[in-house]
């Protein structure tokens, strides 16, 4: 791994780790399956399950974002990595896809990616809280507030009641506390 690797790598822990800004996503699909009156599945099962499903339809978006979101909660980045990026050469609208794409990204420490999959969001939704959030967050980490405030602004008019405005919100009130 270069230098300029590991030092981006260093930087994102010590951002996302030591009070840095961390960046959201959406809930995952279908949302929580307990409450549903379901049992969770276990992820390793899981995994087998869509895997299978994958082989029948490779370009099977909800399948290869779910597999994605399993293999980035074990760790497996670049594997979380490489199926987002087939969900988007098989179908670049999907705003879901691209807010975790863009989370991967920036745990990875390649948050030039991270900033392009959030503006990606945007330009498909251009209020949408969730990117507004992280790219505030982006730029807070970059050590630039008025750009970040102004983000979470948006995100805190367009959101309303979201998780993301909400996030904003305090975002924005640490922000005016650290002045």
């Known amino acids: 791994m270069s230098k300029g690797r590991v030092l981006a790598a260093l930087t994102a ?15 995952k699909p279908g949302g929580d399956v307990a409450s549903q009156g379901r049992q ?10 869509l895997n299978e499903q994958l082989r029948r339809d490779p370009t099977h978006t ?8 399993i293999e980035r909660s074990e760790g497996d980045l670049q594997g979380a990595r490489k199926h ?3 969900a988007l050469v098989n179908d670049r609208k999907q705003v879901d896809v691209h807010l975790e794409l863009g989370l991967v990204c920036w745990e990875l420490g ?11 969001v945007l330009r498909l ?3 949408q809280a969730d990117a507004l959030y992280n790219l505030g967050a982006i730029y807070a980490n970059r050590g630039d507030a008025k750009q970040a405030r102004d983000f979470w602004a ?4 367009t ?14 009130e640490r922000l005016e506390a650290m002045r």
């Open 84 to 86: 987002l990026e087939q």
């Open 125 to 127: 939704d251009p209020g």
């Open 154 to 157: 948006i995100a805190v008019r």
């Open 40 to 49: 969770p599945m276990n992820a390793a099962h899981e995994k087998v399950f």
């Open 159 to 172: 959101g309303r009641n979201s998780d993301a405005a909400e996030k904003s919100k305090r975002a924005i």
């Open 62 to 69: 909800p399948i290869l974002l779910r597999l994605a979101q």
């Open 110 to 120: 390649d948050f030039a990616a991270a900033e392009e999959q959030n503006r990606a």
């Open 13 to 27: 822990a010590l951002l996302i780790g030591g009070g840095g800004w961390r960046l959201t996503h959406p809930p």
